[in-house]
């Protein structure tokens, strides 16, 4: 037996198109459960998922209607006993003159999306009395993102949404807890890496020497949301190789600077 088995679970991923979804659906299938894919554009969830040998749905996580569209569906196939939220746009722009629609689209996807999900997918879980939900937030949630709008208080939000979540479905046998990604390569960012000065720049800021990767949050999900994990709820995992603990390093200090 495996230190992890997912056999007989259903495992739902928003925005499983993209590299960490990509990535969460591979680990969990590989792991035994029956992955679904949820994205934005039906056809490239429905690719992603064949890729997996799994179910792929059209969602937009910020449509009540549609999220309850894809729980129907989901709900056929036994229900929900893991969700990873990992669907997020950016639409970034500095605070001072960001378009009031641009602010509140992010809101609605990154932030109104995960409690969408949450509580249609939630819903079925409480009913089998044991579930996971594990929400992809950010390094941002806690070290404010310069010139990104509302992303940072977006997943600020998620982070508390996921607490709260943890305190009131904890006695009902779901938990709930938070990836945190630090510098991710994925096809989304890849364009920055492909200026080598600007990847080994960023390499130097981040103590582990390299950029994560989206197998190293697929791998973290994995383990939130196992019976290993059954005794963590309403917790958050930063994954950035230790980027967040470099501030005061950043700090002149006499003797010490570089």
């Known amino acids: 037996m495996s230190w992890i088995d997912f056999t007989g679970k259903i495992v739902v991923v928003t925005g499983g198109s993209g590299g960490i979804g990509r990535a969460m659906l591979d680990a969990f299938k590989a792991l035994g459960a029956t992955v679904v894919a949820l994205d934005y554009r039906a056809e490239e969830a429905e690719a992603a998922a064949h890729a997996v040998g799994g179910y792929g749905f059209g969602c937009d996580v910020s449509d009540l209607r549609s999220v309850e569209a894809a729980a129907d569906h989901i709900a056929k196939l036994g229900g929900a006993d893991v969700l990873v939220n990992n ?3 950016l639409r970034p722009g500095p605070l001072e003159d960001l378009a009031i629609e641009d602010w509140q689209a992010m809101l609605k996807v990154n932030l109104d999306g995960c409690f969408l999900t949450a509580q249609s997918f939630g819903q079925q879980m409480i009913s089998k009395g044991a579930g996971a939900l594990v929400h992809v937030a950010s390094i941002s ?10 992303y940072s208080p977006g997943k600020a939000g998620v982070a508390m949404l996921s607490r709260a979540l943890a305190y009131e ?9 938070v990836v945190s990604p630090g510098l991710v390569l994925t096809p989304m960012s890849e364009p920055f890496y492909a200026n080598l000065e600007v990847k080994a720049a960023r ?19 994995v383990f939130l949301a196992s019976a290993r994990a059954s005794y963590i709820n309403g917790q958050e995992i930063v994954v950035d190789g230790g980027l967040s603990q470099t501030l005061m390093g950043s700090v002149p200090r006499p003797g010490y600077t570089e």
């Open 87 to 89: 669907a997020g746009i």
């Open 141 to 150: 949630a806690s070290q404010p993102q310069p010139f990104s709008g509302a």
């Open 169 to 177: 479905w904890g006695p009902k046998g779901v938990r709930s807890n």
């Open 203 to 221: 390499e130097r800021r981040v103590p582990t020497g390299r950029i994560g990767t989206a197998q190293d949050m697929a791998n973290t999900a």
